[in-house]
């Protein structure tokens, strides 16, 4: 076994929470969680965080491959980090400094031959196989969770795999390997001129890779909200081979391969390595924060720039709650936060037309905020003002999580999607569905807020955002708990009203239920087909999206 520090050559994270392991809280921060956890009866106190040495791991099952041993690592430290991704349910179980299954081994291939040796040597000792991007799933795509018929599980993480390797620059593309983290790519892109410009919330801690196998969605609100939008094809290793497939703009031939790789969630193979289509950094920018009374006001105007043509980079609309939440509002308006970008012109044309429709259905507008903004179309001046205060939150979210949920706070989130006609209702009925879940599960009220993240001209993205007290006694593992009935009826209550299980967080094991009643049950027997025929013995990220033929499936739907 080696040491994880001569294995990888990343800053160490934290294994409980969000972030490197060094990351702090400024004062300003602090004061913000203060308030929000008082807001809900818990009584503010910073509390010791767990440390690796609290933790009590069973020694790896078997023996790692003597030819391969090199590249895999048994440290607590590496398989804490490892045992399972970023959602609430992740998080509240290293609080109570009890480790999610625990993987047998990590492994840190160093190339792409690297992982095809570890997935020959898997499918031949009976060995199941997580891929391991940058561990930032929030809904139990990662959790090594995967039954008693295997011999062990191994951890599969791409870290080493991250360099652009190929730029082409005619058709401004290039091959990234997919361990790249987001930073990672960036960096290397920039002394080209050019930029992927796909930008989830987790994109400091998340990879090219992850993105792709669970359909991420970026910071565009329109037009280019997912990943698939910018992959033009990928490499994808499985235990019976590699499928390559090939580089074009577009085709009509068949139903398209890259299609089985986009949200396949390591299910089928490892991916190593795709060319994705890139563009030219923006030069122009303006954005504006515009106010509605009535949220459903709101919903009709962004409605009316969505199916405008208009394609705004960012246009998020949350409503009264969320714009105190995130500290973009004091709750009496709904707050449209709307931005364009572009690398090739101004964009005063576009912004003067967006306005009009949003005032048309009652915006309103800060025009000398908006005068500043397209004035200095190319300076800093869209990151001010609640635009800009709603990005900062953003991005700090998951810091502000991580002590509260250690206070005995429930803190989350949950994301579907809706066509325009029943919006209206889908968010009356999900918001009154979920807040008495979670007044039955705690005993209190809710507090529970939406944002529309992306929009497209049929329908939103609703995604909400849910903060409640535990339980009675205030302890993290009653949170737990309730946070367990509340996740069901969350669940249930987009699949009942129309939506879809998830919009851009995957499916993992968190959603499977709700996938497997949105998905077609003959479309269902098609994916196991397909894994059987690159999977043939199960080994590949098991639990996750389909069983595998192989595998015999328990009454608790727990693999055998």
């Known amino acids: 076994m080696t040491d994880s520090a001569t294995l990888s050559r ?34 503010y106190a910073e509390r010791p965080v767990p440390q690796v040495h609290e933790f009590t791991l069973p020694a790896p099952r078997m023996a790692a491959p003597r030819a391969l041993a090199a590249m895999f690592s048994a440290t607590a430290l590496d398989r804490l980090n490892h045992c399972a991704g970023k959602s609430y349910a992740d998080l509240a179980r290293m ?21 095809v040796d570890i997935l020959d040597w898997a499918q031949t000792h009976n060995v199941a196989v997580i891929p391991y991007g940058g561990g930032s799933s929030v809904c139990g795509g990662v959790e090594a969770a995967v039954g008693g018929s295997y011999a062990g599980v191994v951890s599969l993480d791409l870290e080493r795999l991250d360099r652009v390797l190929e730029v082409d620059p005619v058709s401004r593309a290039a091959r990234i390997q997919a ?25 400091e801690f998340s990879t090219l890779g992850g993105w ?50 986009l949200g396949s969630e390591g299910t089928l193979g490892v991916l190593t390595e795709a060319w994705v289509r890139l563009q030219a950094p923006p030069q122009f920018r303006a954005s504006a924060a515009i106010r509605f009374a ?4 709101g919903a009709r105007g962004l409605r009316a720039l969505a199916q405008s043509g208009l394609n705004p980079a960012n246009c998020r609309l949350l409503d009264h709650l969320e714009t105190a939440f995130s500290g973009v509002g004091d709750g009496r308006f709904a707050i449209l936060v709307l931005g364009f970008e572009s690398s090739d012109h101004p964009l005063q044309a576009w912004m003067t037309r967006a306005l009009e429709l949003l005032r048309e259905h009652g915006g309103l507008v800060d025009a000398d905020a908006v005068a500043r903004s397209l004035a200095a179309q190319t300076g800093d001046a869209h990151r001010g003002g609640a635009a800009g205060a709603w990005r900062n939150a953003f991005l700090r979210m998951p810091y502000w999580r991580d002590p509260a949920v250690g206070l005995g706070l429930i803190m989350d989130t949950f994301e579907t999607a809706i066509t325009w ?96 009643r949105e998905v077609p049950a003959l479309f269902r027997q098609m994916l196991a087909a397909a894994k059987q025929a690159a ?26």
């Open 212 to 261: 792709i196998v669970t359909r991420a969605g970026g910071h565009y609100a329109t037009q280019y909200t997912h990943i698939d939008d910018f992959v033009e094809s990928t490499r994808l290793v499985t235990p019976a081979g590699i499928v390559q497939t090939r580089r074009l703009p577009g085709s009509g031939a068949g139903p398209a391969p890259d299609r089985w790789v």
């Open 421 to 516: 006609d029943r919006f209206e209702a889908f968010y009356a009925s999900v918001k009154a569905d979920v807040g008495a879940a979670i007044e039955r599960a705690t005993g209190q009220e809710a507090m529970l807020s939406c944002r529309l993240t992306h929009v497209y001209p049929d329908g939103p993205a609703p995604y909400l955002t849910l903060a409640a007290r535990g339980g009675a006694d205030g302890s993290v593992a009653s949170a737990l708990s309730a946070w367990r009935d509340i996740k069901q009826a969350a669940n249930a209550a987009v699949i009942r009203h129309g939506g879809t299980i998830t919009h851009h967080h995957a499916v993992g094991r968190d959603h499977r239920s709700g996938y497997e």
């Open 95 to 115: 609080w109570l400094r009890t480790a999610p299954t625990p993987p047998d081994w990590v492994a840190f291939p160093d190339d792409e031959q690297g992982v």
């Open 10 to 43: 990343r800053a160490p994270r934290r294994f409980w929470g969000w972030g490197q392991s060094d990351a702090t809280l400024d004062a300003r921060e602090q004061a913000t969680i203060k308030t929000m956890v008082e807001q809900l009866d818990v009584p």
């Open 179 to 203: 361990g790249a983290l987001g930073p990672q790519l960036q960096a290397q892109l920039k002394p080209h001129g050019l930029t992927l410009r796909h930008f989830p919330q987790s994109f």
């Open 535 to 560: 999977d043939p013995q199960g080994i590949m990220n098991p639990g996750v999206l389909v069983d595998p033929i192989a595998r015999q499936v328990g009454p608790n739907g727990v693999l055998a």
């Open 294 to 297: 009535d949220y459903f006001a």
